[in-house]
């Protein structure tokens, strides 16, 4: 079985496939998609269908279908309100129980009915109140 990973930033995604037993990348197909794209067309259809374009891309280049992937896991912009799934920002000191019950499992047919695990960023919080005694100049 293999894995399929998904990055969305702003401007770019990037979809990797993954073999789940050496956790080797056997490819990478880059789009020239992101969230941007949402906020200006006040759509999520394009960043929908681009992804989706890029899985099938994945797919033909590896000689492989959608009943050779366990799951997908989804990461970055994609998972904040402009993305496909608003997922929670997870807050640190966290643990690995934190990180994983804070995902959001969906199944898109834009994703093939693949078994999706949107996961956000984790959201660094220092000392609160080494920021509180800072005066501003």
Known sequence: MKIITIDTGMTNSRIYLIDNKNNQINDVVKKNVGVK?????????????????????????????????YYIVAAGMITTNLGLVEVSHIASPCDIKDFATSSVVKILPEFFNIPCNFYHVINIVKNRQMFENVEIL
């Open 37 to 69: 794209n949402t906020a200006v067309n006040g759509s999520v259809g394009i960043l929908k269908n681009k992804l989706s374009y890029g899985i099938e891309e994945i797919f033909q280049r590896n000689g492989c279908t959608y009943q050779d992937i």
